[in-house]
């Protein structure tokens, strides 16, 4: 004689009641998501670490002084130039600004000629990075290295004269410094023939001739050149960190 159970019967009413009586927060899960993104969102973003400061040494204090002697008038320049860059001692280039121009002058003597009595191309080419870094070197200082990157000359017609450099800063030099960071800045340098040699009966009758007009300068040509400066704390941090690591 079998005899047949039935299974019990599970009471859903209750459970369901139960999940429909409990209610789901879900603007108070939505406000949890918008806070942590805007959390995330405000988290600033690492900008570049700055190296901090050490004390300097007897000699980095020498040379900064130094280096700020040679661009404070052309006899120091001079004097400096002679020791360290003496090929512009040689060629007797020379610096001069205003308030809104900066210039260099690059004499007409028989060391900067070619044989045909003009200024030779390697002059004009060799001292426009001169030219250019003696600029950039006047506006940073002396806690700067200043290396030329690229440079880029283009001749446009014979010099038979002083040549004279008129730089135009490409970018804000002033506020590149401001940083503290090393930086790249580009200088585009106008180069122009300031005298024209005369003969001496045409020089007379300038004279003579008041309604006359003295000669406008000729663009003998044009030069870019891009220059990397790099704070002399970073060259000191660097050299640190390799001797810790060796």
Not at 38 to 44: L, Q, V
Not at 131 to 160: I, M, Q, W
Not at 222 to 230: I, L, Q
């Amino acid at each position: 004689m079998s005899t047949e159970t039935t299974p019990p019967i599970q009471d859903t009413t209750n459970e369901a009641a139960e999940q429909a009586e409990t209610p789901v927060d879900t603007g108070s899960k939505a406000a949890e998501s918008e806070a942590a993104g805007s959390t995330a969102e405000a988290k600033p973003k690492p900008g570049p670490t700055k190296v901090p400061k050490t004390k300097r040494t007897l000699f980095e204090r020498l040379e900064a002084w130094i280096s700020k002697l040679s661009t404070r008038n052309n006899f120091w320049n001079r004097v400096c130039s002679m020791i360290w860059l003496p090929y512009a001692f040689r060629s007797g280039i020379k610096m001069s600004q205003d308030e809104n121009t900066y210039r260099a002058t690059l004499p007409f003597r028989r060391f900067n000629k070619n044989w045909y009595s003009a200024m030779a191309g390697a002059a004009l080419l060799g001292n426009s990075e001169i030219a250019g870094g003696n600029y950039v070197f006047s506006v940073c200082g002396g806690d700067y290295t200043v290396v030329c990157k690229h440079l880029e000359y283009k001749f446009l017609r014979p010099c038979h004269g002083p040549a004279e450099y008129r730089m135009t800063p490409l970018e804000d030099i002033h506020a590149l410094v401001a940083t503290g960071e090393e930086f790249n800045i580009t200088i585009r340098m106008d180069i122009v023939q300031v005298l024209v040699p005369m003969s001496e009966k045409k020089l007379v009758d300038e004279v003579d001739d008041p309604n006359s007009k003295p000669a406008k300068p000729k663009r003998v040509g044009r030069c870019t050149a891009t220059f990397h400066v790099t704070p002399k704390a970073h060259h000191k941090a660097k050299k640190l960190r390799g001797t810790k690591k060796a």
